[in-house]
């Protein structure tokens, strides 16, 4: 069980509406680990680590467009690896036989998705009845949320070494992982719609799936059917597969659908980067401006009716804090519209590479500067050190740790505290100066407007 943040914006509202979600495996935990026991004891044909060679994957997923694709997936030179029930449906309509078959769901009629292919990869947690019809599978073990299967007591250990494939909600997501760790750096995806097209959400009926809940979402201007796990699988696949191209594979997402259409809007312009890790509710949940707004206060000591730019502002929780402690005015300011929460009509857009059209007593950029791409960091120190007489900085020193929701890089600009203190130093002069190792705090009386 996982429980998710839901965000969801209403139209002609300042902030997305937040939703909490119980998120339950269609089979318990104990029953999953169990399967794990049973399926490791019996079978020694486990995946292992491949070193990276240059065959293509083909991955066929059972989303209706796939019947739309059988052209490129005929012309495509390379070894396919059908999803669930597309093995049966390639082999049906077009008496196709596709090298691997990879099931991942643990419910026991599973087993009813089996089809023709010259290897099946099953993951361990499968319901031993996918071994019992065919012994000859080759096991691959998957995480199951933050558990590790192979952490659990009693667990074999086998005479070779093998590879612990992390779980990407649907088998989809987590195939491509496992086509990694089995050394494919070309992957081709056809049928990963995550979405439904005239009422049918997969190429070949699954009953399995019947009275799956629903929902429109919008991608591009189109609007899309969706059952929730595929949205979350589209959702989740962009960071994904974005990460295996920053590791050096080449993705190709083929045919039509939510998760296409989402692909197709990458790779993004650094306003949509953030626009996009703004709609993570994750990104959300810690906010460094309004950890550090006490210290701000300590050293910058602001005076009630002075004006804070809050520059930079992502959610606004720095400001508003800085706001309740001192009693000034706060102006929000960021190039992101959907980051900001109740700004009460204070918010600017606007892009800090650019002249800023504020005046202020004190500009306070809080976790900002790692964010700016490398060509423009001198102009954004020029044009925050423009808006007010005094500028507080706080800047992290080390890379980050969400891009990878959505599979993007955000501190492009990571250096130490001395080469930042170097740069800051040609914009005003040095007030106040900490090094905590992972950030560093610069107060400084800015140069004026030349």
Known sequence: MDEVLFSHQNEGCDAPLLMPLRIECNTSDEKILDNVLVNSRRSNRW??????????????????????????????????????????????QHRIIPDYQVIMDAQPKTVELIGPARTHLFASM??????????????????????????????????????????GITVGNTAMALLFAMGYRKIHVFGMDSSHRDGQGHVLHQPMNDGDPTMMVRALGKDFLCSLTMKLQAENFIPRARQLELEGCEIHVHGEGYLPTLWRSQPMTEQEKYRAIWDRPEYRLFSPGE?????????????CGQVIADLGCGTGRGGYAIKKMTGCSVVFVDFADNCIQNANGSFVQADLSQPIPLNADIAYCCDVMEHIPPDQVNAVLENVCNVAPRAFFQISLI???????????????VHTADWWLDRLVQFG?????????????FYLETLPES
């Open 429 to 441: 002069r040095i007030l106040h100066f900490e090094d905590h190792g992972d950030s560093a705090i």
């Open 126 to 167: 499968v319901d031993p009845a996918l071994f019992d019809a065919v012994p000859t599978a080759v096991l691959w073990h998957s995480s199951h949320g933050n558990l590790m299967v192979d952490e659990q007591e009693n667990f074999p250990q086998p005479d070779h070494d093998y590879c612990l494939i992390g779980s």
């Open 47 to 92: 995946v292992q680590q491949m070193p990276a060679h240059d065959r293509t994957a083909i991955v066929c997923g059972s989303g209706p467009s796939v019947a739309d694709c059988i052209d490129e997936i005929k012309a495509l030179k390379g070894d396919t690896f059908a999803l669930n029930n597309a093995a049966n449906w390639l082999w049906k």
């Open 399 to 413: 890379p980050d740790d969400m891009g990878e929701l959505i599979g993007a890089q955000l501190h492009l600009s």
């Open 291 to 303: 950890r550090i707004a006490q210290r701000f206060v300590d050293i910058a000591g602001p005076k």
